[in-house]
C-alpha cells in the first residue's frame, strides 16, 4: 500500500533524530545517512496501521540496521589505509542532535566517538540510546531483544570505558575559540617549547588520510613528539601546499563540541583538527584529512560565517 501523506510526514519529523542517531552509531554522516534511507524502504513496505508505536518501531529498525553495519564496517576497517577516525562535524550540524545537557554533548564529542569504535556494537546501541537520547532501559531492552538487565549491565560497561578513557571538560564556544587562538599561535610560533607547555605530558597525536592524503598509522606520544609534529604540520612551504592542493586558511571552530582548527583551501575543507582539553592541558590532537570525510563539512563551511583565518600556511 503506497504512503500517505500522514505517513511520510511522521516519518519526515522522525528523520533528526534518526540520523543523530545512526552518526552517533556509526561515526559517519554518509553511512548515517544510507542508513537512515533504508529504515524510510522499510518503512515504505511496512504494514503501517499495524504498527502501535511508530517512533519505537523506527528506532529498532534502524538500530538493527546501525549494528549490521558496524559489524560489516570493522571488517572493512581491518583493510583501511592507515588508523580510522570517525568523520567530523562541525558546530550547527543539526546531525549532531540533542545538545541540551552535559552528558549529550559529551556523547558525541570527537574524543567519545573515538572511544566507543573500542566497544562492542551491542554495548554501543545501549551508550547512545540510553546516554544521548535518554532511552529508559525497558525501551532499549526491546529495541534490541534483550532484558533490560542486561541493557543496564552494557550501560555501565561502556560508560566505565568511556570515562576511563577521558577526562570530561565541558567548553563553550568562546572558551574553545581562545584556547585554538592560542594552540596556532603558539604552532606557527615555531617555537617548540611554545606548544609544548599548552600539552600534557602524555599528549597524542593521531590522523586519517585514508591512503588519499599522508597519516601516519602511529600516533605521536608525548608532548615533545606531539609538538615537533605539530610544528611541521603548520609550517607554510611547498610541500604542504602540493599536498592540499593550495594555500590553506587556518580558522579557529567547533567541531563535535570540541576546540578545533578547520583548514580551508578554495573553500574546500581539507583538514579538522580537533583538541581534547583537560584541565592540564591539550591531551590528544585528532586530524581528519580523508576528503570523503569532509565533505558535508565543506558544505556546512559554505554556508557559515566564518570571518578571518587565523593563520595561513
Known amino acids: 500500500m503506497p504512503l500517505t501523506v500522514d505517513d511520510v510526514d511522521r516519518f519526515e519529523s522522525a528523520r533528526p533524530r534518526l540520523e543523530a542517531i545512526a552518526y552517533r552509531l556509526l561515526g559517519s ?22 504498527i502501535e508505536v511508530p517512533e519505537a ?5 534502524l538500530t538493527n540496521l546501525c549494528l549490521n553495519q558496524l559489524a560489516s564496517a570493522r571488517a572493512r ?3 583501511y589505509v592507515g588508523r580510522w577516525l570517525p568523520e567530523p562535524l562541525l558546530a550547527g550540524d543539526p546531525m549532531l542532535g540533542p545538545a541540551d545537557t552535559a552528558e549529550q554533548r559529551e556523547s558525541v564529542s570527537y574524543a ?19 546516554q544521548a537520547f535518554d532511552y529508559p532501559h525497558r525501551e532499549i531492552a526491546e529495541i534490541l531483544d534483550i532484558t533490560e538487565a542486561a541493557s543496564q ?35 606557527a610560533s615555531g617555537r617548540t617549547e611554545e606548544l609544548v607547555r599548552l600539552l600534557t605530558g602524555d599528549a597524542v597525536s593521531m590522523g586519517d588520510g585514508g591512503g588519499k592524503v599522508p597519516a601516519r598509522t602511529k600516533a605521536f606520544e608525548g608532548a615533545a613528539s606531539v609538538a615537533k609534529f605539530l610544528l611541521a604540520l603548520f609550517r607554510s612551504d ?7 592542493g593550495g594555500t590553506s586558511d587556518v580558522y ?33 590532537c585528532r586530524t581528519q584529512a580523508n576528503p570523503d570525510k569532509l565533505e558535508r563539512a565543506t558544505a556546512q563551511w559554505a554556508a557559515a560565517d566564518h570571518g578571518e583565518p587565523l593563520l595561513r600556511v
Request: include cysteine.
Open 252 to 284: 579557529a571552530w567547533v567541531a563535535n563540541g570540541e576546540p578545533a582548527a578547520v583548514a580551508v583551501v578554495d573553500g574546500r575543507v581539507v583538514g579538522i583538527l580537533c583538541l581534547e582539553v583537560t584541565a592540564d592541558g591539550i591531551t590528544a
Open 153 to 187: 549491565q552494557m550501560f555501565h560497561r561502556a560508560k566505565k570505558h568511556v570515562a576511563s578513557g577521558r577526562a570530561r571538560n565541558d567548553i563553550d564556544g568562546a572558551a574553545a575559540r581562545r584556547i585554538v587562538e592560542e594552540f596556532l599561535s603558539a604552532a
Open 112 to 130: 567519545v566517538l573515538t572511544l566507543m569504535e573500542r566497544l562492542p556494537p551491542a554495548e554501543r546501541a545501549v551508550y547512545v540510546l540510553r
Open 29 to 50: 554522516a554518509h553511512e548515517a545517512q544510507d542508513a537512515v534511507q533504508e529504515t524510510f524502504l522499510r518503512w515504505q513496505a511496512a504494514d503501517i496501521g499495524a
Open 238 to 244: 611547498e610541500a604542504t601546499r602540493a599536498v592540499v
Open 77 to 79: 576497517r581491518e583493510t
Open 57 to 61: 518501531w523506527l528506532t529498532k529498525v
